[in-house]
């Protein structure tokens, strides 16, 4: 039944009163201590702990395309979807080692700073359009979309209205500062977390229910025996899924650059750990690792736990039908089994989700807006005041735009969570090349970046529709192609994509760096020093931990 209780709603208004007092708290004490300076503003310089910085990371990462689209996955493909959220957790490692202290070293606050820095203009110019471009068509759009889905699913509310009070909220909490956005995710996170176990567990336990036992131990046993085939990390070649997942790819090949690129050369996530010191931006990186380990537990098994009773005919005529029509479905029609006042407090959870990173991302899109277009091009004289105050009307346009465009976008018909992934793809492998080749290769030219940036996109179309100019059935024995079942063609699955157009991209900037210096040009070369990444032995200890725990979760679930 697609409706709350008065116990729900009263969970949800404890929980929007918790949050809205806090953040106002927060507010209030920035005003005091005299900090509207636009670096405070988007980056709420040296302010955040490190307990907050990686709850923030948490709260901006997991949103609608994890909650809903990422146990959309779990219910189609299983635990291999998990490879996401266990694979950024060693990500989470090596970018704390090794990118941040050359971001925090070089004083670099924005993604299109350290181009300009490392390379010039007219790179950075040409990336900070493409970043506003992916994180307005694509993020926000599918976050408020798949967040509307699940709400109106849960609550029966039309689809229109949560949209636009998804986006409303959002933009009240962004409109603060970072500093407000990411203390407020420290509360976001608890909910998050505290609502999708409960979530877990109840559903796990209608599965043991259902086979006449009762306990999480036991319905994870019935899940685990009969279901077998969800519940394998890296998947075979005649899997229905190949094509999302192929095989070794995920931890040898493309997804290293999903990950990489995503923790170590996006604004919207690095843009936590910019504003403090090294210690404390390293101590938040490794405490976002160590939640990344739960977060399958809450945004995965669920789906699995969805495709059992689904299987077993659980669900009603209606809500069968809802699933089998879109699989993002999936996740708000488990909820609604849940009872009164546990719906509310999941409910609470997956708009702290939707929320937080809805405000993440908008108060990127204003940081590279204001700091990388409007003070460099069009206003370089701009005061403090008005930088803060035309970020605000960014976060305010941004969402505006997002509301509009994204019921057009199909984000329903890729799937969610796999629509951002390939789309993010098209320009990730060029621009963790540029990146990669900046930090540690001093003689990377400017060139050699544009062959990267506009290259990379090329490479990836060229890639993304070879299939209709050629056959590539003769790939299929070694992996790197696919049938689809929809267009009965034989592809390259976008993961592998990603990872051939990253190698062209890196040989490419070689050549064309060596070229450049065999003429004389010159580059600007990063200060960076060995003793950047050493770390403490907590922080070894923690990553080792980590590690562990990795080793053991894919050699039980291989």
């Known amino acids: 039944m697609r409706q709350l209780s008065y116990g729900d709603y009263l969970v949800f208004f404890i929980y929007f009163v918790i949050v809205a007092t806090y953040g106002l708290t927060v507010y209030r004490r920035k005003k005091k201590s005299d900090v509207s300076k636009s670096k405070d503003y988007f980056l709420a310089e040296g302010s955040l702990t490190w307990w907050a910085i990686g709850a923030s990371l948490i709260a901006s990462n997991i949103s609608a395309e994890q909650m809903v689209a990422m146990s959309s996955n779990g219910f189609t493909m299983g635990l291999a979807i998990s490879t996401y959220e266990w694979m950024a957790a060693l990500t989470l490692i090596i970018v704390a080692v090794f990118f941040i202290p050359v971001y925090l070293k070089n004083k670099i606050f924005t993604m299109p700073q350290f181009l300009h820095q ?35 699913g849960i609550s029966g509310v039309n689809f229109n209205v949560c949209i636009g009070l998804l986006a409303v909220f ?39 229910t259902h086979y006449g036992q009762s306990g999480i131990g036991s319905g994870l046993s019935i899940m685990y025996s009969k279901f077998h085939d969800h519940f394998h990390m890296i998947l075979k070649k005649d899997n229905a899924s190949y094509g999302d997942l192929p095989g070794l790819t995920v931890l040898i090949g493309g997804m290293w650059i999903v990950n990489l690129n995503y923790w170590g050369c996006n604004q919207y996530i690095t843009q936590r750990a910019l504003g403090a010191d090294l210690p404390t931006a390293r101590g938040g990186i490794l405490f976002a690792a160590f939640l990344k380990l739960l977060m399958p537990l809450i945004v995965v098994l669920p789906g699995i736990a969805a495709f059992v009773l689904y299987k077993e005919n659980v669900f009603n005529t209606d809500m069968a039908g809802s699933i089998s029509s879109n699989h993002d479905n999936a996740y708000p029609v488990l909820l609604n089994l849940l009872p009164a006042g546990i719906k509310g407090l999941a409910f609470a959870a997956l708009t702290a989700a939707v929320v937080a990173s809805l405000a993440g991302k908008a108060n990127s899109i204003a940081t590279i807006f204001t700091l990388d277009i409007y003070k460099k091009k069009i206003r370089p004289d701009a005061s403090e005041t008005n930088l803060v105050k035309v970020g605000k009307i960014t976060v305010v346009v941004a969402m505006i735009l ?27 492998p060029g621009i963790f090349a540029m990146f990669i080749l900046g930090f540690f290769w001093k003689k990377a030219s400017s060139n050699a970046a544009m062959f990267a940036t506009i290259g990379g996109f090329i490479f990836s179309v060229f890639f993304k529709f070879l299939p209709k100019l050629t056959d590539l059935s003769s790939l299929a024995h070694s992996g790197f192609s696919y049938k689809n079942a929809d267009s009965h063609l034989y592809e390259i699955p976008f993961l592998d994509r990603m990872g051939f157009v990253f190698v062209i991209c890196i040989v490419g900037m070689i050549v064309i760096s060596l070229i450049d210096h065999a003429r004389g040009k010159t580059t600007n070369g990063l200060e960076v020093d060995a003793k950047m990444f050493r770390t403490t032995n907590g922080f070894a200890v923690g990553a080792l931990i980590i590690i562990g725990i990795l080793v053991a979760l894919y050699t039980v679930f291989w």
Not at 402 to 428: A, H, R
């Open 402 to 428: 997002g509301v509009v465009i994204s019921p057009f976008l199909g984000i329903d018909k890729k799937g969610g969570f796999q629509f951002i992934q390939e789309y993010t793809g098209f320009v990730s």
């Open 118 to 152: 490392r390379y010039n203009s007219t790179v950075a110019m040409i990336m900070a359009v493409f970043w506003l471009l992916l994180y307005v068509i694509v993020n926000l759009t599918s976050i408020l979309y798949l967040g509307a889905i699940a709400i109106h």
């Open 170 to 208: 959002a933009i009240v909490i962004t409109l603060g500062g970072m500093k407000v956005i990411g203390y407020t995710d420290v509360i976001q996170v608890f909910f998050l977390i505290l609502g999708g176990l409960v979530t877990t567990y109840i559903a796990v336990n209608l599965v043991a």
